[in-house]
């Protein structure tokens, strides 16, 4: 029973009233992000919907981040085009209906994906992304939420900029919408001001009779938000090879794409609410949500950086405000879908704004001129990336990637070797910085082969062998000293280092290895030996 209590926060301060108002915000500023999403591959509202439901309660309960909230999203929505494209390439004549079938498939076999990569224990692996990459992607998805917000000023029918008339009122209910956000909590922090906000704008359109534009325009004529719980829809499509095959490259881009976006996203919440989210235990949670959704009529998805720094912002810090969210979500569905199609989009654009704004890292443009150039180039074409692709896995694998090459350069050209001439005669190099597949090129141009006495000595004190380049290295330094008739002499290597050595013994000639303890030698005379 306890655990029951502790998956709840029960066994913990919460602050309950605060907990169920933020999660009635974001569960008002979910709905029209789902019905965006599901929108983008040709979908029904509804599937965006009992996505959002089943993320959101999933994830909320079982998840590692309490107060993360996830959904539908458009990162996960976009893949679903490519694999539309692809199904009616492969299948001529494929109906709308088969396709959501083998979508259901493909999130179902994404959940099993990311249930795997959790008991693994693969979501430490978030750690490694560096933090300009951390800043290029909170600022592109800012970006991202930013841009979203246009196409409400523009008429859905002729695609032309909203009238002066129309495009005054939704402009002022927008900044309207903003100040209350921003100067509400001077007054009082007692409730969130992102719900007042919603509330006080959408009582004027309604109670006004204003003519602006409400969630009810943004869908297709004849649909509804209106509907029941999510049913059950088992995937029916053939069991065979060509259908894995068909379907696996876009469930491992799914579980993908929805891996890195709420991973990043649980760092980002930790940072500002100061504690530690369970990465693999988030992985699981995310992974048995998608599975379910598929069952549950569902199109997926993942955590929402948006509605999870709605949540935060609010205050909510457990579990119970990403619950209450689902919830008054699906009574949204089932009950009260006239009422919320009537709310004005000027209210959740404004809402959006200010979460865009409150998003990007404004401290990274003091940065320039403090972080390395490559750091800051890395942080600024994620960004691009990001904005521009809204592809969030390539942008962030790239920079992952160029942050290593940028390092990887950095550290090469550390390599550095003091000389000098031992009492016995022998010649010393204290080597120090990382011997490893980068720096090998100007770790031979360290050495004086043909003036260099008999013995030379290799200290690795400050430096380490890192990787087969290097062990291949320190074999062609003694392959040259060998060749002359002079003698190398490798020491104080560390235990690891050791372990590389002996493990490439045979097919790697070492010439000796000293002081594998960084114990030095009792006899101050030079051993000199040789493998043979």
Known sequence: MKKIFNIFDFNQKVDYKIEILSGLTVALALVPEAIAFALIPGFSPLTGLY???????????????????????????VVFIGLIVKLKEAIPGISPDEILHY?????????????????????????????????????????????????NFYDKISGELLSSGPLSMMLGLTALTMLIIWGFPKLTKIVPSSLVAILVVSGIVIFGGIDTMTVADTMSEGETIKGGFPPLSIP?????????????????IVAGVGLIESLLTLNIIDEITDTRGRSNKECIAQGSANILSGF????????????????????ARARLSGI???????????FGSDLIEQLPMAALVGLMFMVAIGTFEWASFRTFNRMPTSDVVVMILVTLITAITHNLAVAVILGVIISAL?????????IRARKHIGENGAKYYEIYGPLFFGSTALFATKFDVQNDPKDV???????????????????????????????????????????LLSNAEAIIDINVVE???YKLPVDSKLLLANKS
């Not at 994906?113 to 008991?119: E, K, P, R, Y």
């Not at 380490?464 to 490798?490: F, P």
Request: with cysteine; net charge positive.
């Open 51 to 77: 996505a959002a439901f089943i993320l959101c309660l999933i994830t909320a309960i079982f998840g590692g981040r309490p107060g993360m909230i996830s959904g539908a999203t458009g990162a996960v929505a």
């Open 103 to 151: 979508v259901f498939a493909t999130v179902i076999l994404a959940g099993i994906l990311q249930i795997l990569a959790g008991f693994f224990r693969l979501g430490k692996f978030i750690r490694l992304v560096p933090h300009p990459v951390m800043f290029g992607f909170v600022n592109g998805l800012a970006i991202i939420i930013f841009m979203a917000q246009f196409p």
């Open 406 to 414: 940028a390092y990887s350069w950095e550290n090469a050209k550390r």
């Open 457 to 499: 000595v290799i200290d690795f004190k400050e430096s380490r062998i890192a990787d087969m380049s290097a062990i291949e290295a320190v074999n062609k330094i003694t392959e040259r000293y060998a060749k002359v008739g002079k003698q190398v002499h490798l020491k104080h290597l560390s235990k690891d280092c050791v372990k």
């Open 324 to 334: 209450t969210a689902a919830v008054m979500l699906l009574v949204f569905i089932m």
């Open 236 to 252: 029916n499509i053939p069991v065979n090879l060509e259908s894995f095959l068909l379907i696996f490259p876009y469930a491992a």
């Open 515 to 517: 002081d594998p303890k």
């Open 296 to 315: 549950l009529s569902g199109m997926g998805g993942c955590a929402m950086i948006g509605q999870s720094l709605i949540n935060t912002s609010s205050g």
